[in-house]
Structure formats: C-alpha cells, structure tokens
C-alpha cells in the first residue's frame, strides 16, 4: 500500500479553509470568499512565556476590580510596567485610577473582553462582540488601544485567534504562572525565569502579591518589562 502522505496535503488545505471559515463571518469586505480568505493574515500566535535571554519579567494585572492605592504607589514607585487587562465594567465607575497609572506610569490597558466570558462557548460573533467591544471601551476611555489579548479563564479556540487578530490584537497571551493570592491562599512563589509571564488580579491582596512578585523578580536578577514591547507583530 502506497504512503499516503502526498493524499494527505488536501486534506490540509480542507483544514485549513475551515480554519478559516469565520473570516466570512467577521469579514466586512463584499469581495468574494476565496479573495477574502486569501488577503487575511493568519490567527495571531499565543503566548504563555517569552522566549528571550533579556532578564526580564512579565507582570499582568487582570480584571481592575480593586482599586488599591496602595498598588497604584508601589506600580508608580517601582516604575513597573503592567499589563493591565482591564473589563470595561471595572473602570466605568472610577476611570481615574487607570488614568493615573497610563499617565504617571508604564502600565498599559490591555484586552480581557467585555463581560469576561469563557469564549470557547462563543461563536465567531459572540467573540467579536466581547474582543472588539472592549476595545473600542479602551480606546474611547484611554485613547489607547489594546495589542493584547488575554481570555477569561485563559480558554480560547481557533476562532478566538482569528478574532483577535481582527480587534487589533498581536497575540493571544496565558501565563507562565499563576502567583494570585486565591480564598486566602498564598501560592508558593516560584524561581521565575527569563520571559516568565505572571499573572495577578487587581483584588484584596493585590499590594501584597505584587510585592511577592517583584521580590521573586529581584532574587532571580530580573527586572519588570513591558509585555506588549516584547510580543512581535
Ligand atoms: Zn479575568
């Protein structure tokens, strides 16, 4: 019986074209599908950890629902720039906070949806909704668009890669680790590494785990760096 893999290579463009079939959903062109499909550049990559021999660390900063001034001092003090995946619900209330931290920090806002669903469960409109919703809610408050993008629960599929390209986003970003203080619960702080990724919430104890973070940061010679800067296009 022959190899098959030559018999296999269609069966890959038929993967593909799949792949690709929400384009026809998000795409706003009236050209025909084939062109469509074709000019589109491809699902943006994802990203759990940064592959660089720079000693620098990645601090993220989800949700926003606490608005610790004590967190906003030591993130000014130190000169940390965080990636602050905000929801647009978290800021409606008091957009100042952020403000200051965009203003007299390094911080960025960057994308968590609108309503921080699992997306997964979305289709390919349900997804646009949430990414491209949240942020044109950034852009209007900061005036700063969104270059990431990091789903709730770090949940994603095929469809949120291609809709994340769309929202102006140039990667889909998880976490190297989890170091959130969750139900009262310290988590062992782990020997961080070159292009680690951390990800806290902005909750109760977030003064306190940014300071376990950056100690870590300084017991193993790295120093914070701004996320999105790393992340090529
Ligand atoms: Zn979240």
Known sequence: MPRSRPRRAPRHRLAALVALL??????????????????WPGPVPVVHHVDTTDPVVFITLDDGWNHDPAAARLLLDRRVPASLFLLP??????????RTLLDHGRSRVENHTVDHPDLTALDAAGQKAQICGAREAHLAEFGDGPRLLRPPYGTYDATTRITARACGAKAVVTWTHDMTTWGGRTP????????DIVLLHLDETVEQDLRRVLDAADAAGLRPAPLRDYVTE
């Open 89 to 98: 619900g978290a800021y409606a209330y008091d957009s100042g906070y952020f």
């Open 22 to 39: 929400p384009l026809a959903v998000l795409g706003t062109s009236a050209a025909p599908a084939e062109a469509a499909t074709a000019a």
């Open 188 to 195: 062992p702080t782990p020997a961080l590494a070159p292009g």
